[in-house]
């Protein structure tokens, strides 16, 4: 049974800085792997999809990697801004359809 | 031009009743989800329909039952509703070949 892990479960860090959010996955016969944001009261905004047969993704300041091997991901951020703040979720797709879900990483960036 | 949409957005009903929550996707995708997320915040899938055909259903009362009426369509019909089914029920979809999931921006069922 897949199970997606995330750590740290909270961060809090200043405008500007640079950073990693974490997901790990305990099965890595994975066909994809999904990082979402979620905003307080809203759904889930698809931020990268990375395949099994990829490294690493990027979008704007962005960039998820996968090493399937060692079941794991990282999802980067370049210079945050307060408007980050969220709960970053991470996914994988096994050969069924379905998303195995972490329970996230809420992220605050501070002005 | 909503890709994924859900309604209500907010449902507050009583114990026993029977509700319906509807999602339509207007992006052509094949696959439609319904998934819940707990008080905790944890997601987890339900059901999972393929061309309006079941392929994932998770271990969930029966009291729940979806229905596809067509590809760009997945409802979910609640019976008997209890305390334990307050939670926010995301619909989602995406193409089978490509994976990508979708969400709708979710609905959430208060049960009193």
């Known amino acids: 049974k897949q199970e997606v892990t995330q750590i740290p479960a909270a961060l809090s860090v200043p405008e500007g800085e640079n950073l990693v959010l974490n997901c790990s996955f305990t099965?890595?016969?994975?066909?994809?792997l999904q990082w979402f944001r979620q905003d307080p009261g809203k759904g889930l905004t698809s931020l990268l999809l990375?395949?099994?047969?990829?490294r690493e993704q990027t979008s704007g300041r962005l960039n998820a990697s996968l090493d399937k091997s060692s079941g794991r991901s990282t999802l980067y951020i370049a210079a945050s801004q307060p408007g980050d703040s969220a709960t970053y979720l991470c996914?994988?797709?096994?050969?069924?359809?379905?998303?195995?879900f972490g329970k996230g990483t809420k992220l605050t960036v501070n002005p | 031009d909503t890709a994924v949409s859900q309604t209500p957005k907010y449902l507050v009903t009583q114990m026993g009743n029977d509700k319906s929550i509807k999602c339509e996707q207007n992006?052509?995708?094949?696959?439609m989800y319904w998934y819940k997320q707990d008080s905790k915040k944890f997601l987890k899938i339900m059901f999972s329909?393929?061309?309006?055909?079941?392929?994932i259903n998770e271990t969930v009362p029966n009291r729940f039952s979806p229905k596809s009426p067509d590809k760009a369509h997945l409802n979910l019909h609640i019976n008997s509703l209890e305390l334990g089914d307050s939670a926010v029920y995301f619909c989602?979809?995406?193409?089978?070949?490509?994976?990508?999931?979708?969400f709708g921006p979710g609905t959430r069922l208060t049960v009193t």
């Open positions: 989602a979809s995406s193409q089978v070949t490509s994976g990508e999931q979708y």
């Open positions: 099965d890595s016969a994975i066909y994809n």
């Open positions: 990375i395949q099994s047969s990829q």
């Open positions: 996914a994988v797709r096994g050969g069924s359809e379905k998303l195995v």
């Open positions: 992006l052509g995708h094949d696959t």
């Open positions: 329909y393929n061309n309006k055909e079941l392929i």
